[in-house]
């Protein structure tokens, strides 16, 4: 399962991803509340529509507060850049087997490689 940050599904809504789009068709994309909650802050056609579709997707488990301290700490992901939306991607990615993260945000992308949290290479 491909937990697709809130950049790609952005870039996917100005301009069809076909690689996301293909993840789609196959039901490989899950989704977390808090993409869907960044999402529905910003300006996006067809927003209905959309944050329903993203509902309907497969959920990713939000971690608990502290089990997000808890990923911060175990890997030491403080002083990285990193936004607190961030660590929960981290934390929800880590406990689903075989889940992979797909982000554009280098920073991101470099912590989640420093503490093998798998990445959907784009």
Known sequence: MILVD?????DHLHAAEPRL?????????????????????????RREIVLDLLGN???????????VLHLVELRRLWGRGLSA????????VAVVEGA????RDKR??????????????D
């Open 100 to 103: 992979r993260l797909w982000t």
């Open 21 to 45: 789009v293909e993840q789609l068709q196959l039901d490989g994309v899950g989704c977390h509340p808090l993409v869907v909650e960044e999402l529905a802050l910003g300006s996006i056609a």
């Open 57 to 67: 997707l497969w959920q990713f488990p939000a971690a608990r507060h502290d089990e």
């Open 6 to 10: 809130t950049a790609v599904w952005i």
């Open 108 to 121: 991101l992308k470099a912590a989640s490689k420093k503490v093998d949290i798998r990445l959907f290479e």
């Open 85 to 92: 939306v961030d660590a929960h991607l981290m934390a929800s």
